[in-house]
């Protein structure tokens, strides 16, 4: 028996043909530019250490090419899939361009493709574009009395009213564009004080300790009195998001909602984490700290076997209660809760989970779909009996609900909807 042939590495594509008068520098320089659009770590010493390195090994191996440009490119494990996604539309596919386009305008007849966008696709053609569309797209073929729909969700007017649409009522091109404006939505907090106390120029209290140790080192005068006032942290924010059928258009975007916050800096959030839960209790976290979000959604949804199945809402917090509750919340954590709250299971079990989640966290926030429609009342069991233990009870149903969720976590005595719906009780 022969030896068995290497492993592929890398995918083969058609050769590229080089130009006869090519200018290495300046493709290395603005593919490094794509890849730094696209979110890898890469500066001008790169940039020249990639220039030297493609100068010594040449041009004869392909393959080689692409390990060379990795070595000198690529430091973090989650930056390959990008990096062999912008590599692969920049230098070895010829019909770069048009896959570029497919995924920035799946809408155009003539230029999409009858696949699935890859992990970093979309990522590294909007770093390819760098935010423009060409002038030239390709003409379409479509026949004269054929009607040809123009995508404006990127307009004011259409940014306005995609805030207003309820997710179930979106179609393929106004999810994109949603998705696109969550992104751009923040979710700030304010530091928690802590009873240890640091030093502070403007402390409200004084530290005689530190004052008569500093006086000791001039014979006892008293030149400054040293002050302390109380510390600062940040708290945790862990997500509790119902996947099962009634809920899986909303915990998509919520989700994506969630990778976007989790993502951002500067936010103030300790750590944040994600759990999903239909007929049991998944813990998504690690994914949601991949830098691409269809990868990160993708595993989270590989991971998550119960996606649009049952409910059991009492068995999952039972199971978060008793697994993870002291694990993310010892510190004070803010709850987000994602879910319709339609248990048939027993309401005794299920109120009994909630009263532990509530005592168990600085504030629990939920959020419900249900409360898209005017004459909501909380008649089903499980939400009559979930809706007594929240800080706050809010709708979740579009980008507006999401956004005013920001307002609702820096007012603590923000409870929403909470006290109109326990009248209805």
């Avoid at 191996?61 to 996604?85: G, I, K, N």
């Avoid at 779909?369 to 009559?384: E, N, S, V």
């Amino acid at each position: 028996m022969g030896a068995k042939p290497p492993p592929q590495l890398m995918p083969q594509y058609a050769p590229l043909p080089l130009p006869e008068d090519p200018k290495l520098v300046a493709n290395l320089t603005y593919f490094a530019h794509a890849l730094r659009k696209a979110g890898l770590k890469v500066g001008t010493g790169r940039v020249m250490d990639a220039v030297e390195a493609v100068a010594a090994t040449g041009f004869t191996s392909r393959r080689d090419f692409y390990w060379t440009l990795h070595a000198c490119f690529v430091s973090r494990p989650e930056d390959r899939a990008v990096f062999t996604q912008v590599f692969r539309l920049f230098w070895r596919d010829p019909r770069y361009l048009e896959h570029m386009m497919a995924a920035m305008l799946p809408a155009i007849r003539g230029v999409q493709e009858n696949r699935a966008p890859k992990p970093a696709e979309k990522r590294a053609a909007e770093a390819l574009l760098d935010g423009q569309l060409p002038d030239d797209l390709p003409e379409n073929n479509a026949p004269e009395d054929s009607e040809i729909e123009i995508d404006a969700t990127l307009t004011l007017s259409a940014q306005e009213r995609l805030k207003t649409l309820d997710f179930e009522q979106m179609s393929t091109a106004e999810i994109a564009a949603a998705k696109r404006l969550l992104t751009q939505l923040t979710l700030p907090v304010k530091p928690l004080k802590t009873r240890r106390l640091r030093p502070s120029p403007q402390g409200a209290r004084a530290d005689w300790r530190r004052t008569l140790r500093s006086a000791c080192r001039t014979g006892g005068d008293i030149q400054r009195i040293a002050r302390v006032d109380k510390g600062e942290r940040w708290p945790n924010l862990v997500v509790l998001c119902d996947i099962s059928g009634s809920m899986s258009q909303y915990s998509r975007m919520v989700l994506h909602f969630l990778h976007a916050v989790s993502n951002a800096r500067g936010q103030g959030w300790a750590k944040v984490h994600g759990f999903t839960f239909g007929t049991r209790l998944t813990n998504i976290t690690r994914h949601l700290k991949q830098r691409d979000v269809d990868a990160a959604l993708a595993a989270a949804g590989a991971q998550a076997q119960d996606w649009q199945g049952g409910t059991r809402i009492g068995a999952c917090l039972h199971n978060f209660n008793r697994d993870w509750s002291r694990r993310v919340m010892g510190q004070g954590a803010v709850v987000l809760l994602v879910t319709d709250g339609l248990d048939r299971e027993a309401p005794e079990d299920l109120e009994r989970e909630m009263q532990r989640l509530h005592l168990s966290a600085r504030r629990l926030i939920w959020l419900n779909p249900l409360m898209r429609w005017d004459g909501f009342a909380p008649r089903a069991q499980g939400i009559r009996r979930m809706l007594p233990h929240v800080d706050s009870f809010r709708a979740g149903h579009n980008i507006a609900s999401l956004a005013e969720l920001a307002e609702a976590i820096s007012r603590p005595q923000d409870a929403g909807e909470k006290a109109r719906m326990m009248a209805l009780l």
